[in-house]
T-cell receptor, first 114, second 110 residues
Framework: NAGVTQTPKFQVLKTGQSMTLQCAQDMNHEYMSWYRQDPGMGLRLIHYSVGAGITDQGEVPNGYNVSRSTTEDFPLRLLSAAPSQTSVYFC?????????????FGQGTRLTVV | EDQVTQSPEALRLQEGESSSLNCSYT??????LFWYRQDPGKGPEFLFT???AGEEKEKERLKATLTKKESFLHITAPKPEDSATYLC???????????FGAGTRLFVKA
């Protein structure tokens, strides 16, 4: 059971370049989200999705785009990379049952913008 | 403004020395209070979700409790393998639109 898979694990970009961070989950979860984690600030929500075709902005959406064409995949696009986007990015999926909500995170993508 | 604050920032314990981590929150429309464990270089690992004041949940040496303003993560007789950063988050029922605290780094020495 792979869970939540993120690729790549590491990436270096030049300012102005664009790229897509990939996220895939094999648990058939409806809810998926993207966070960035910066030292001393905790995780901050970038974008989230409640199902295929439905996305919404989180706390820090500027400079990022998302789409959700399938339940499994939720890619994050950086339109024009800036040094302020240097961070560790985490994708998560979650499910809610009678026992409550449980979220699963990927291993992260460490992005450096130079 | 919605906010989640964790204290202390770092905690050093001897093996077997029980203690508690604090998470205070002001999140409008809070539907769930979440605890995660994060090891260096890894993604957060889900521990607990609490929904109402007075609720308690346990897992091995960890017990999470919730009041109307705070949550505590109690660690009983910790072992070195409990060393990690513990994250608290407040959010809605789905658990995907959450506000995270900065975390408490726990070090347990043998």
């Amino acid at each position: 059971n792979a869970g939540v898979t993120q690729t790549p694990k590491f990436q270096v970009l030049k300012t102005g370049q664009s790229m897509t961070l990939q996220c895939a989950q094999d648990m058939n979860h409806e809810y998926m989200s993207w966070y960035r984690q910066d030292p001393g600030m905790g995780l901050r929500l970038i974008h989230y999705s409640v199902g295929a075709g439905i996305t919404d902005q989180g706390e820090v959406p500027n400079g990022y785009n998302v789409s959700r064409s399938t339940t499994e995949d939720f890619p994050l696009r950086l339109l024009s990379a800036a040094p302020s986007q240097t961070s560790v990015y985490f994708c998560a999926s979650s499910k809610t049952t009678g026992e409550g909500t449980e979220a699963f995170f990927g291993q992260g993508t460490r992005l450096t913008v130079v | 403004e919605d906010q989640v604050t964790q204290s202390p920032e770092a905690l050093r314990l001897q093996e077997g020395e029980s203690s508690s981590l604090n998470c205070s929150y002001t999140v409008s429309g809070l539907r769930g209070l979440f605890w995660y464990r994060q090891d260096p270089g890894k993604g957060p690992e889900f521990l607990f979700t609490l929904y109402s004041a007075g609720e308690e949940k346990e897992k091995e040496r960890l017990k999470a409790t919730l009041t109307k303003k705070e949550s505590f993560l109690h660690i009983t007789a910790p072992k070195p393998e409990d060393s990690a950063t513990y994250l608290c988050a407040g959010g809605d029922t789905g658990g995907f639109k959450t506000i995270f605290g900065a975390g408490t780094r726990l070090f347990v020495k043998a």
